[in-house]
């Protein structure tokens, strides 16, 4: 029997934790965690091992912890674009990619976690190493390795179901590099079709790698992803008692300060403005999307996009809001698809209004840089060369994308063809990256490097370059390392369990 799926990637508040905006709101916090997604989470669970730290989660979406529909994994298709679960925010035209695209973001507890399909992959040892050479120290692969395995269970399946081809369940120097008794359960399928198994003998025929599995840090695999099945992130906690105060449903506002630095969150609900204060930090896990917006509602970024949207700029920083990232699926054969994972393309969010009320300017720039679509313009060559393999045509039916007519000869016939063919991933990040709009310690900082006291970002929008596959374990990563970092300068974590630093 598999374990109880859970669709919520943080199931870790109890109910009596959560509160009403005006109770809440009343409250004295350390810490106050803007946003109750998959990293705000973990942040404000791990700060809250000491039972004396008080934490407060703002939330805008609402507890749905009890909906089927979030707990089913596979549902997560049937939430995309309803108002009940998606804040269905769109991105401008693409004049590079064909149209408009659609940006979901989770509008529930658990944030989009609780509408994605909860692959579970990690980067290569070249992505996060990357992430140190750009002069982010403490953030290469050795150093992320820890903060890996802390939040991860590898449960792996029955021997009987375990596929005689190592390369589907990769768990090679499984005590080096996977968790053991982490919150997050993740394991492999214990079912496959047989056109999986030869379409990757067919492209490893194809070339121009080999099977060179080793372990989870190599990435010169494929159909190697895994996925979550339980999340025990309550157990993780001391008692029920000990968990962080969470009121749901207010719309989140902007930032406060005084002289001291970040102070509070002001937000609204029900037309109400509510002020939570925050003794040490404002720790800002509001995703990608909003993230930057409430950096650039609370007077913290470009002048000239600030001054454009009607608000004054007070600390300067022309970095927030850019460096947008995300990966591109493309090459529609039949049901293959290939992605780009590491774009050249750049693109923004920045808000327009001083109204936080209205969604920023969304504009992921896909395909601007015109290398990228000549990288997907190869990868659907090698795509349509692996389909008619003798592995894998005779599983095929008759191409329906691109149409038969298009035979694909020429460089110029394929990129034409991926700039009106492309989709997201959802895999967005890189508006407040490490470097530029956060140190390495994920603190803000303005232009010239200085850091703005009592605010630090801890979500996807830190990463500064991409990962080779889905984003969620290196968010629960960077969350789990964040989490240290506050510790660190708390101040109130000693040497007892959960209060010092992973190591391996």
């Known amino acids: 029997m598999p374990l109880d799926p859970c669709k919520k990637t943080l199931n870790l508040l109890a109910r009596d934790r959560l509160c009403a905006p005006s109770t809440g709101s009343s409250r004295d916090y350390d810490y106050a965690v803007i946003g109750g997604g998959t990293a705000g989470l973990v ?9 004396s730290v008080k934490v407060g989660v703002i939330e805008a979406g609402q507890n749905r912890m009890d909906d089927k529909q979030i707990s089913t994994p596979s549902s997560y298709p049937t939430l995309i674009g309803r108002p009940k679960y998606d804040w269905c925010m769109q991105s401008t035209p693409q004049p590079s990619a064909g149209k ?3 940006m979901p973001r989770g509008k529930a507890l658990g944030g989009s976690s609780a509408i994605n399909y909860l692959m579970y992959v990690r980067g290569s040892r070249k992505d996060y190493n990357s992430w140190a050479e750009l002069g982010n120290k403490g953030w290469g692969w050795d150093d992320l390795v820890p903060y890996f395995r802390k939040h991860q269970m590898l449960n792996i399946p029955d021997e009987k179901a375990l596929l005689e081809d190592k390369q589907f369940m990769p768990h090679a ?7 053991g008794d982490g919150p997050i359960h ?3 399928n214990d079912h496959y079709m047989p056109l999986e198994e030869d379409f990757c003998k067919a492209a490893y025929e194809r070339g121009p790698y080999g099977i060179l599995l080793v372990s989870c ?3 010169s695999l494929i159909r190697s992803w895994k996925s979550i099945l339980r999340c025990d992130w309550v157990s993780s906690t001391k008692s029920a008692s000990e968990e962080p105060a969470c ?3 207010g719309l989140r506002h902007e930032d406060l300060f005084d002289e001291q630095g970040a102070a509070g969150v002001e937000f609204s609900h029900s037309r109400k403005l509510h002020v939570v204060k925050a003794n040490k930090e404002v720790v800002l896990s509001a ?6 917006q409430l950096l650039e509602l609370s007077d913290i970024g470009d002048p000239d996009v600030l001054q454009k949207a009607g608000v004054k700029c007070v600390i300067e920083n022309k970095s927030v809001g850019a460096n947008f990232q995300d990966h591109v699926l493309g090459g529609m054969l039949f049901t293959l698809l290939i992605c780009l994972e590491h774009p050249l393309s750049r693109g923004s969010v920045h808000i327009a209004s001083s109204d936080p009320m209205k969604p920023p300017i969304i504009d992921p720039g896909y395909l601007r840089h015109e290398t990228d679509a000549k990288i997907l313009a190869t990868g659907l060559k090698w795509l349509d060369e692996v389909s008619k393999h003798f592995l894998v045509a005779k599983s095929l039916g008759d191409r329906v994308l691109p149409p038969p007519e298009n035979t694909l000869e020429t460089e110029e016939q394929r990129v034409e063809y991926v700039k009106n063919h492309i989709s997201t991933q959802y895999h967005l990040m890189g508006v407040a990256a490490m470097g530029e709009v956060a140190n390495d310690r994920l603190q803000v900082i303005d232009g010239k490097g200085q850091v703005i006291k009592g605010l630090r970002v801890v979500d996807a929008s830190v990463f500064p370059g991409h990962v080779s596959g889905n984003i969620m374990s290196s968010t629960y990563t960077v969350a789990e390392k964040g989490a240290d970092l506050i510790k660190q300068e708390d101040g109130q974590f000693g040497s007892e369990p959960g209060g010092g630093t992973a190591r391996l």
């Open 217 to 219: 840090s190599s990435r």
């Open 186 to 188: 993740t394991s492999f």
């Open 173 to 179: 120097a499984r005590e080096k590099y996977h968790g």
């Open 287 to 292: 995703g990608v999307i909003q993230t930057p």
């Open 100 to 102: 408009t695209y659609s």
């Open 43 to 51: 942040v404000a669970v791990r700060i809250m091992e000491n039972p």
């Open 247 to 249: 009121f749901d449903g």
